[in-house]
């Protein structure tokens, strides 16, 4: 099996700084893309970024040039470092990745628990 840990939420103060890590661990032949997603008390659950295996990123409008995504292999471990952080971030934020699994052809998508980042004064 795979399982996916989230760590690094917490409260901070408007305009702080979080780090969130994901790591994945388990029967594990490669990681494709790695995904952070977020979700707001009724609102839908939204990308964040996400990062390929080459290195690729990409973000969401409301937080380029504030978070990047970044990914450690030898770890299997994706980070998120969110600076100048607004109220508005305030969520649940889950990591996700495509994990292809020894002896499989496809990989299967994994999600976390999902960790609480509260950006409050």
């Known amino acids: 099996q795979v399982q996916l840990v989230e760590s690094g939420g917490g409260l901070v103060q408007p305009g702080g700084s979080l780090r969130l890590s994901c790591t994945a661990s388990?029967?594990?032949?490669?990681?494709?893309?790695m995904r952070w997603y977020r979700q707001a008390p009724g609102k839908q659950r939204e990308l964040v970024a996400a990062i390929t295996s080459g290195g690729s990123t990409n973000y969401a409008d409301s937080v380029k040039g504030r978070f990047t995504i970044s990914r450690d292999n030898d770890k299997n471990t994706v980070y998120l470092q969110m600076n100048s952080l607004k109220p508005e971030d305030t969520a649940v934020y889950y990591c996700?990745?495509?994990?292809?699994?020894?002896?499989?052809?496809?990989?299967?998508?994994?999600w976390g628990q999902g960790t609480q980042v509260t950006v409050s004064s």
């Open positions: 388990g029967s594990i032949f490669s990681i494709n893309t």
């Open positions: 996700n990745m495509d994990i292809l699994r020894p002896g499989t052809l496809v990989p299967y998508t994994y």
